[in-house]
């Protein structure tokens, strides 16, 4: 088993930044893809960025191109997104999801169902 948890959402002005962080508690978070999704009220979950298990390969949403950045630290078993020039619209619950995927260390997990494990997620809010 291995447990997410989400620190760093809140409530920040359109323009701003955050940095989202999630530890977990793999013994061998190394060979755990990871990502991240958001769900607003209403709406589907949402993939957000995702990153391979020895962080070289990296993944977007095109709704986040160019603003958000997902990286990962192994020694500190974190996974980390920054969001830069917040919008409205990126008002939600940003959840952490992990997948083991032993020695294919640069894949790219894609999709919400194929993550295993999920945080309990933190929530951003934008405002105008």
């Known amino acids: 088993q291995v447990q997410l948890v989400e620190s760093g959402g809140g409530l920040v002005q359109a323009g701003g930044s955050l940095r989202l962080s999630c530890a977990a508690s793999a013994r061998t978070f190394s060979r755990y893809a990871m990502a991240w999704f958001r769900q607003a009220p209403g709406k589907e979950c949402e993939f957000v960025a995702a990153?391979?298990?020895?962080?070289?390969?990296?993944d977007y949403a095109n709704s986040v191109k160019g603003r958000f950045t997902i990286s990962r630290d192994n020694a500190k078993n974190t996974v980390y997104v920054q969001m830069n020039s917040l919008k409205l619209e990126d008002t939600a619950v940003y959840y952490c999801a992990a997948e083991f995927v032993g020695i294919f260390y640069g894949r790219i997990v894609s999709g919400a169902a194929a993550y295993d494990y999920w945080g309990q997620g933190t929530q951003v809010t934008v405002s105008s």
């Open positions: 990153i391979s298990a020895n962080g070289a390969s990296t």
